[in-house]
């Protein structure tokens, strides 16, 4: 499956971005996903998942209560939705496919796609 992410931007402390993860060569249903951010000078750190069906979310303690992950199948994408963005938010967010249905905070990943930058600014 080959992931790309889409949607970063600049954004007010505050503000709210929607990021967009659209799969190809394979069906998204039959992944996990997962969204990851790298922050500078900061190494990668798990955001979100969701198993293949949408449900069963995780979050790291950073981002509960403001981000949200969901997924359309039908559309073959993923999404991060991130509200209440803070300056420590900024970063390059990537999602990500795992073969595991069922991710969770530490579950390998397989499949990347390229990065999209946040930045927040105050």
């Known amino acids: 499956v080959q992931l790309q992410a889409s949607g970063g931007g600049l954004v007010q402390t505050g503000g709210s971005l929607r990021l967009s993860c659209a799969a190809s060569g394979s069906t998204l249903n039959s992944y996990g996903v997962g969204w990851f951010r790298r922050s500078p000078g900061k190494e990668r750190e798990f955001v979100a998942s969701?198993?293949?069906?949408?449900?069963?979310?995780n979050y790291a303690d950073s981002v509960k209560g403001r981000f949200t992950i969901s997924r359309d199948n039908a559309k073959n994408t993923a999404y991060l939705q991130l509200n209440s963005l803070k300056l420590e938010d900024t970063a390059v967010y990537y999602c990500?496919?795992?073969?595991?249905?069922?991710?969770?905070?530490?579950?390998?990943?397989?499949?990347w796609g390229q990065g999209t930058l946040v930045t927040v600014s105050s």
């Open positions: 969701n198993a293949w069906s949408g449900t069963m979310t």
């Open positions: 990500a496919a795992s073969n595991n249905p069922y991710p969770r905070t530490d579950t390998k990943f397989d499949y």
